[in-house]
């Protein structure tokens, strides 16, 4: 299962190379939607992505369905890109979440480690107990709502970056985040997206305020 991903992987970007700039203008403009307006535009971006992937895989698959099939190539490649986009989008959302639940899981562990070696006893204390319940709860919220602005910030850098070796015709392999350190550039990307997120989100805000504001 793992190789029969790397090969689909591999394949995706290879196309996309192949492609140039049909591929590279897009995916930047998506990638860019997604830096800016980030966690509002993921099911949007994703689902996107999830679709145009999809509808190029599909038609390698097809063939091997038989002649049977009461649809024809281009009803398949459009059916099942529907399908990929709509999993990509619950996949998507679920694994946020498990990412925010595993960030407070490990937040907590750490703590009443800390506390046992300093002989306080988070588990079995009523009063700690309930502190660390109330800190699991808040953190969750926390998480909730930073998670997703962080994951498209890091992958709409990412999808810049990639976009960008793909127009210049650099090696995008050296985006593994292995072979070559460029991958990690995008660490500061995420943290600069977050930054724009909140402007936006606050600049919104208040144009929203303005509109519904009254005047005396």
Known sequence: ???????????????????????????FVIS???????????????????????????????????????????????????????????????SMRFLAAGLVFLIITNLIEAGDQFNIDFEGDTILSGVLTLAAFFLSLSFRRLVPALMA?????????????????????????????DAYLALAGMMLSVFVQRRTGKNEDEEAFDENGYDF
């Open 153 to 181: 910030g890091f992958v709409g850098t990412l999808g810049m970056m990639l976009a960008l070796y793909i127009s210049l015709d650099w090696d995008v392999a050296r985006l593994d985040g292995v072979t070559a350190p």
């Open 1 to 27: 299962m793992t190789n029969e991903t790397t090969d689909i992987g591999s394949s995706v970007i290879d196309q996309m190379v192949a492609g140039g700039l049909i591929y590279a203008v897009p995916l």
């Open 32 to 94: 860019l939607v997604l830096f800016v307006e980030g966690k509002k535009r993921i099911p949007m971006t994703v689902g996107i992505v999830g679709f145009v992937l999809g509808f190029g895989l599909v038609g390698e698959v097809y063939p091997s369905l038989g002649n049977d099939l009461p649809v024809n190539e281009s009803q398949f490649r459009f059916i099942a890109a529907v399908g990929i986009g709509v999993v990509s989008v619950s996949i998507a959302q679920m």
